[in-house]
């Protein structure tokens, strides 16, 4: 499978967990710059500052069987380009009963352009029983703190920028448009094939906010 291509003075921003059992748990969000492109040493700098202030904000939202596990924040510019990682370990701390492991609080992002699909997200493996009004809601006590934890994430990561740097914006990244279908000519089975774009498409976050409904992620139930 080709490379994904390029997209220029953008950083990524890989969160990895442990859910339960399970190892390999990831949510990302991305976000754009302006100035001098990251070296190693800066952008490792920038991502253990920001990895302490996930650890702070993630903690009292997550059951102790969870664990904010690394964050991990490359340069998409090029594939020469810096990137860093920090290993945190931080065990949640909420009370309150378990949930399933797939359960997990939805952040939308928004941003002005409209189409067809799903929009920026992100799935976080936070909150407990006693987060729920009813199995189908969150309390709003519990949305209004994910929203504040993943907002002074982004505002820590804008105040304090890898040196030579300043981040701009939280972006989302779209790398197809459309698919097309394909025939297996042994099975006959048509199949969907995403359509890449040449040049990636940044669109602004211009808001964001926790879903109310608890979102699912049947994935994270599987074992390590």
């Not at 291509?5 to 890989?14: A, G, K, M, W």
């Not at 976080?124 to 929203?147: E, I, Y």
Request: glycine letters at 8%; aromatic letters at 8%; a positive charge.
């Amino acid at each position: 499978m080709p490379s994904l291509p390029n997209v220029p003075q953008v950083l990524r921003h890989d969160m990895e967990f442990h859910v339960g059992t399970d190892l390999t748990n990831a949510c990302r969000f991305f976000m754009s710059y302006s100035g001098q492109a990251p070296s190693s040493a800066t952008l490792s700098t920038y991502t253990n500052a920001l990895a302490a202030v996930m650890g702070t904000q993630f903690a009292p939202l997550m059951i102790a069987a969870n664990t904010f596990n690394a964050l991990v924040v490359t340069d998409l510019t090029s594939p020469s380009a810096a990137t860093a990682s920090h290993a945190v370990g931080t065990a949640g701390t909420r009370a309150g009963g378990e949930l399933s492991a797939g359960t997990c609080a939805l952040l939308n992002w928004s941003i002005n352009r409209r189409y067809r699909g799903g929009k920026p997200r992100m799935y976080l493996p936070f909150g407990s029983a006693t987060d729920l009004t009813n199995p189908q809601t969150w309390t709003g006590a519990f949305t209004s703190a994910v929203h504040a934890a993943i907002t002074a994430v982004t505002n820590s990561a804008v105040a304090n920028p890898p040196a030579g740097s300043s981040i701009t914006n939280v972006v989302s990244v779209s790398y197809y448009s459309g698919f097309a279908s394909y025939q297996n000519p042994v099975t006959k089975r048509w199949h969907n094939v995403n359509t890449p774009r040449t040049t990636p498409l940044q669109d602004v976050v211009t808001g964001s906010s926790v879903n109310a409904i608890p979102a699912s992620q049947r994935r994270r139930l599987r074992s390590g």
